[in-house]
């Protein structure tokens, strides 16, 4: 698969903690990187105050987590520091020059609206490079051989969006589905109009369109779709009905005025997800 | 790669646990970060924010605005009403939300249904040792441990199998057994071996397994997830209401601003403009639509119940006159379920048909499960027939079960090994195709022979020609087992063994299906069977009903998994289509993209699977008799005998309910004109005002009612299921009606009005141009005449009303009886608020003399013979424009 000289992850970097769904998340990050040929780093942030035990889990993850890599010739390095984990993570990542982070969010994380004031929250907003949260809610899909893309009409950053689509794709040989939910077409008359999936498709939003074209340039298996609905339940009705094994989805760029009112796509997929969900947050500029 | 695609080792590895299962520790954390393992209701708009959501709409608002506009000018102008009909304005309101929302609110109970198919208390390992936890408090990675007669609490990747096997019925609707296994799968989870699923049973045998999935993630929660979220949309009926009241609302505004702007531009005061542009707005707006309505749908819901369907929502009533394809079962509900033994084969002449070991008929009956309780025989249908067939004609035989290789559908047979006088025998039957792999040798004539090409081939085309004839076809074999022969594992005892012949079963078509699927064929609805038997059994007895005539489409099961969207759309494109070797998770695919193509989708279902394919269908239809609780919650109809004719029925009457939805839409919007004609009057001619406000509400939400609803209790006409399903885009208040109702009905009940308006007046002395004041007796005379004009020519417009184009002679004048209850109901609200001093009260009317009531019933024969007259007129034009 070619790079097409866009975006390109050199260092990769999972953070893990004594959780098995930081694992988990890692093993994404994992396989991103031997789809990238990126190194990758393991880190693990010890908060002050954490139980022996949990620190061992913490380290025997890493421990499994290395091994794995090093089977998977995949340039591996291990960190463990003691701190406050935004503040170190942030430290390492300028320090190394890091391309993208992974995290795992937590349940109760997203039993806060808005998931405000939660480590995942605050990584993805403080940390100067790209920013992948990963959902995990089930356990047995273990290489997700279907992966649903919802996309927004306007999207940025969609090379790089685009590039992780292909790569994650890449990594676990899985076919794509792009997916845009739109607003029903009505009118004050005659109510909603009802278009079919043809109709739809020559409605395909032009960001959609570019962001597909990235796909097939990458040489990625996909398929796209329009459908009316609203879209966090739209996202979640397709996922769980196709059996989709992983969502990728941009993180919400709604303020926390705008969430309040109009709601929020993306914490209420991170709620229903049928299946486990990655939330990137892009920061590669598009050349 | 998936989690049944691993080894046992790598399954722990994979989900960070070890056959000593987690420490408890550990498992609190998973159940912190995972979660309860139950089923969740998904996050829905509140109860509340829906019956806010009634005072909210388009309609509303503008009824609100009105309302507050009649509250300010009582404020500012106290003493002209505005206060009593700023209340009205409200009540309306209020009468319309409650109305809307009984129509629309359903309890779901679906997911409480799916709740009770989860245990309470499970078996597992943890820090090495048994114990019993709640089943919500199952974490991914806890090791259980199953056995018989348990239900399985999550999704479990199998490490340990004595024999186990589970009854997938709840999400695959086969209610065989099915075998689990522990060796790595390389297909889809759905469909492996070594999994046991959340929400099925352990029919038989023990086993321990590793949770991967817990509560909504489980394939069970996937099937609750669909079940609580996909809606079928708004109803046909509501798209419509909806549009009819931005209709009228633009048509009630636009008459209020011009109507004001043309008062104030003749010299009017603001506030003599403005009380007639609400008077314009209320007159318009008819406030008992929904409620008529809704008790329309009511009434037709209790007819379809005698005609055995129940209905769930009150709108399906109406979406099911609008269905253009049905998507149905055929066991039970194009067949009767009552399988029988209808032929039976063998290779040879059929001279001698047994040999040296047991007959076929001695291997149906005894490689059978069926019990004998109490004289009546209790089993799996088709195995009762086998059973009874050959009970009939060799009576029971003598012999000892020894064991067991139970049906599953991946092998397609069953075998047990029996003793029979001192010999061992094994005894298989099954689906053909998977009896001849396992056979080295047949029975033809008495003599066992080697089982070549040739009579393998002969064996094949008998097996087709059994199935083109609509049967299902089962294959038997038997072979002696030899003593200290192996007989643990299925293969051990699955080969070599002696083809015996074929049986054909019959399902018999239900009587009442071809002329139901007639029907269909005339009134344009399609029809898609989807069926679990084969293709050339599914095939034969669609021919046999009528469902299939040309080139039809038969899709398999296996090739509808290949197929794409699109290459399915096409598919369902064409005219006849069947589903065959079909499972119930996948009609939820065929009717989404039916939907998608703006098909109006009736689907039936009874298992729970089926749920969330009854939730998305414009109607689901669940099956009484043979229908789980879950399929029944989901669905808008339950069929309280399982019959495909049923369906049939419940759209006629559907239909039926939609005409006649029109008949007292036109009925309720001829009295619009009347009510607003004397506006334009009072403030053209600068009269009294001929008829008040609360008049006009006696009309909308009283007088009316009663005979619309008898309107709606027309019966269907025979033509109704001879025309093909109606267009979406056919609007329910079209020009047409609009036409007949405003410019044809209503100008005749507005000139009654004023008649009475006037000749009361001028019998009283009444000089043009003379202003009375609003409790003068003559002026209250005045408007109860033209009220009671109005009144009269409904009677007269209500029997109009009953056909379009059909004469009421030839309707029969008596044929719907509640005509008559509702207009007596009419006569008598309409004496209470002439001659009632409570009625002249509130209504602001005065006692008239009976000189008055005679002179207006010449209006109502008017009514009457000038709408007989467009319709002969229209009958002819319509009959010189056919063909």
Request: one cysteine or more.
């Amino acid at each position: 698969m070619r790079d097409l000289g866009l975006t390109v992850y050199t260092k990769i970097f999972a953070a893990v903690n004594e959780h098995l769904n930081s694992e988990i998340s890692a093993r994404y990050a994992l396989n991103l990187a031997r789809a990238c040929g990126a190194k990758l780093y393991i880190c693990f942030i010890a908060e002050k105050g954490m139980s022996r035990l949990s620190f061992e889990r913490a380290e025997d993850a890493i421990k499994r987590l290395f091994i794995k890599a090093e089977e998977m010739d995949i340039q591996v390095e291990s960190i463990i520091e003691t701190g406050e984990p935004v503040k170190e993570i942030h430290k390492i990542v300028r320090h190394e020059g890091i391309d993208i982070v992974f995290a795992s969010t937590r349940r109760e994380d997203i039993e806060r609206r808005f998931y405000a004031g939660t480590i995942a929250r605050s990584l993805s907003l403080a940390l100067p490079c790209s920013v992948a949260l990963v959902r995990v809610v089930h356990m047995g899909r273990i290489h997700p051989r279907n992966i649903l893309v919802p996309i927004k009409a306007k999207i940025d950053h969609i090379k790089e969006r685009a590039y992780f689509t292909a790569k994650m794709a890449e990594s676990f040989g899985s076919k794509v589905f792009v997916f845009h939910a739109t607003k029903p077409i009505t009118k004050f008359f005659h109510g909603e109009i009802h278009l079919t999936p043809v109709e739809w498709e020559k409605r395909l939003p032009k960001d959609t369109s570019i962001f597909m074209e990235y796909l097939r340039k990458y040489q990625i298996e996909f398929e796209g779709r329009v459908l009316p609905g609203t879209t966090a339940r739209s996202i979640t009705i397709e996922a769980a009905s196709k059996r989709h094994d992983l969502i990728i989805m941009g993180a919400s760029e709604r303020s926390l005025l705008s969430s309040i009112f109009k709601g929020n796509p993306v914490e209420e997929l991170l709620r229903e997800t049928p299946c486990d969900l990655i939330v990137l947050k892009p920061r590669h500029e598009d050349k | 790669m998936k989690i049944n695609s691993l080894t046992v080792k790598e399954v722990f590895h994979s989900l960070v646990t070890l056959e000593e299962g987690l420490t408890e520790d550990e498992a609190k954390r998973r159940l912190k970060e995972f979660g309860y393992n139950e089923i969740e209701e998904v996050k829905k708009k509140p109860l509340t924010f829906r019956f806010l959501g009634q005072f909210t709409h388009f309609l509303a608002v503008l009824l609100w605005i009105a309302a507050l506009l009649s509250f300010l000018s009582e404020y500012l102008h106290p003493g002209e009403g505005m206060l009593t009909l700023g209340f009205a304005i409200t009540a309306v309101v209020f009468i319309n939300a409650i109305f809307t929302f009984i129509q629309e609110y359903r309890a779901e109970k679906a997911l409480e249904e799916m709740k009770r198919l989860l245990p309470f208390y499970v078996k597992v390992i943890r820090e090495g040792k048994e114990r019993e936890i709640y089943a919500k408090e199952v974490v991914p990675g806890d090791v259980i441990l199953l056995s018989e007669g348990d239900k399985v609490s999550a999704d479990t990747r199998l490490i340990e199998s004595n024999d186990i096997r589970v009854n997938n019925a709840p999400l695959t609707g086969e209610s065989e057994p099915v075998t689990r296994v522990i060796e790595p799968f390389t297909g889809e989870i759905i469909n492996s071996p070594n999994i046991a699923f959340a929400g099925t049973t352990v029919v038989s045998g023990s086993g321990k397994g590793v949770v991967f999935a817990t509560g909504m993630r489980t394939e069970f929660g996937r099937i609750a997830h669909l079940t609580g979220t996909v809606t079928s949309g708004l109803s046909p009926l509501q798209k419509e209401i909806i549009k009819i009241t931005r209709v009228i609302a633009a048509i009630a505004t636009i008459m209020g601003v011009i109507f004001f702007a043309t008062g104030h531009f003749i010299g009017r005061t603001f506030w003599e403009n403005f009380l007639f542009a609400v008077g314009i707005i209320v007159a318009n707006v008819p406030e008992g639509l929904l409620p008529t309505v809704t008790l329309s749908l009511a009434m037709g819901s209790q007819r379809m119940a005698k005609r055995m369907a129940l209905i769930k929502t009150l709108t399906s009533v109406e979406t099911l006159g609008s269905v253009s394809v049905i998507c149905t079962d055929k066991t039970g509900t194009l067949t009767q379920n009552k399988m029988a033994v209808k032929r039976i084969a063998y290779i040879g002449e059929g001279i001698k048909t047994e040999g040296q070991g047991p007959s076929l008929l001695t291997v149906a009956l005894l490689c059978n499960n069926t019990k004998e309780v109490e004289g009546n025989l209790k089993g799996e249908p088709t195995e009762v027939a086998l059973y009874r067939a050959a009970l009939e004609s060799i009576g029971h035989v003598e012999s000892r079960r020894i064991k067991e290789f139970p049906f599953d559908s991946d092998r397609k047979r069953m075998s047990t090994i029996n003793s029979i006088n001192g010999s061992i025998y094994a005894m298989t039957k099954g689906a053909p195709e998977n009896i001849f792999t396992i056979c080295s040798h047949c029975l033809r004539d008495g003599e066992i022979l080697y089982f070549d090409e040739a009579l393998r081939d002969k064996s094949v085309s008998l097996y087709y020609s059994m199935m083109d004839e609509g049967l299902r076809v089962l294959a038997f074999a038997y072979r002696e087992v030899k003593s200290g022969e192996d007989i643990k594992s299925k293969e051990d005892v699955e080969r070599d063994m002696v083809f015996l012949g074929l049986v054909g079963l019959e399902d018999p078509p239900r009587p009442e299906v071809p002329e139901a699927i007639k029907k269909c064929r005339e009134a344009g609805i399609k029809i898609i069977m989807i069926t679990g038997d084969g293709s050339r059994t599914a095939l034969a007895i669609a021919r046999e009903i009528g469902l299939v005539k040309g080139n039809s489409s038969i899709v398999e099961g296996s090739d509808f998994l290949r197929m794409s969207d699109d290459e399915l759309r096409m598919v369902l494109s064409k005219e006849e289509v069947i589903f065959s070797r079909m499972t119930p998770k996948h009609k939820l695919r065929v009717v989404n993209i039916l939907k998608e193509e703006g098909e109006r989708v009736a689907v039936t279902g009874d298992g729970v699977n089926d749920a969330p394919a009854l939730k998305r269908a414009d109607i689901g239809i669940a099956m009484g008799i043979m229908g789980t609780d879950v399929a029944k919650e989901a669905a808008d109809i339950i069929l309280l005998d399982d019959n495909f004719a049923t369906i049939v029925n419940a759209i006629e009457e559907g239909r039926a309910v939609y005409e006649n939805i029109r008949k007292f839409i036109s009925y309720i919007f001829s009295s619009n004109i009347p009510e607003i004609v004397p506006y334009l009057t009072y403030v053209l001619l600068r009269i009294p005002l001929p008829l008040t406000i609360m008049q006009i509400l006696a009309v909308d939400l009283g007088t009316d009612m009663f005979p619309a609803l008898a309107l709606g209790a027309e019966k269907p006409s025979p033509a109704v299921m001879k025309i093909p399903p109606r267009s979406p885009k056919e609007r329910l208040l079209n020009f047409p009606l609009l036409t007949r109702a405003y410019l044809f009905l209503g100008p005749i009940e507005a000139v009654a009005g004023l008649f009475g308006y006037f000749y009361v007046l001028n019998k009283g002395g009444w000089q043009w141009g003379e202003m009375l004041a609003s409790n003068n007796i003559l002026y209250l005379q005045a408007t109860t005449a033209c009220l009671t004009a109005i009144i009269v020519t409904q009677i007269a417009n209500v029997f109009a009303c009953r056909s379009f184009k059909e004469s009421v002679f030839r309707l029969g004048i008596f044929t719907n009886r509640l005509i008559f209850a509702g207009i007596a109901f009419e006569i008598l609200l309409q004496l209470f608020i002439v001659y009632h001093p409570f009625g002249n009260k509130i209504f602001s009317t005065h006692p008239i003399s009976v000189e008055i009531w005679l002179i207006l019933i010449p209006f109502a024969l008017l009514l009457f013979s000038a709408e007989e007259l467009r319709k002969l007129i229209v009958r002819r034009v319509w009959k010189k424009s056919l063909p």
